[in-house]
Structure formats: structure tokens, C-alpha cells
């Protein structure tokens, strides 16, 4: 993930400065989806982990 992250901030930063080509313009589109799936995909699961109780510790259904 770390990778991704600091190939996304080269090709940003390159962008920045002197432009992007076609191919690294569709690499970092492709990089930021690929990330966004990702930081779904963790969220979701985060957010299924989660245990709701009630007062009395009975586990609730969310």
C-alpha cells in the first residue's frame, strides 16, 4: 500500500511540475481506483467488526 501511495504522490507531483504523459496520465487514474478499492474494501470491513450491544451486553443486529 505504502508503494502505491508514493507512486500516486510521484506521478502528483510530477503533474505539478512539468505535466503527465498519456500512459502516466492512465496509470494514475488506474493507481487512485486501485487505492479507493482498497480503502473501501478496509473500511467496510472495519465497519462489519463493529459489535453493537444494548444496555445488558446483548449483541444488537446493526
Known amino acids: 500500500m505504502e508503494e502505491l501511495i508514493a507512486r500516486i504522490n510521484e506521478l502528483s507531483r510530477k503533474h505539478k511540475t512539468t505535466g503527465l504523459t498519456a500512459e ?3 496509470e ?3 493507481l487512485r481506483k486501485q487505492y479507493l478499492d482498497n480503502f473501501k474494501r478496509n473500511f467496510r470491513n472495519q465497519l462489519d467488526n463493529i459489535k453493537f450491544t444494548d444496555e445488558e451486553d446483548n449483541d444488537v443486529k446493526h
Do not use: I, N, S
Request: no cysteine.
Open 28 to 30: 494514475r487514474a488506474l
Open 24 to 26: 502516466e496520465t492512465l
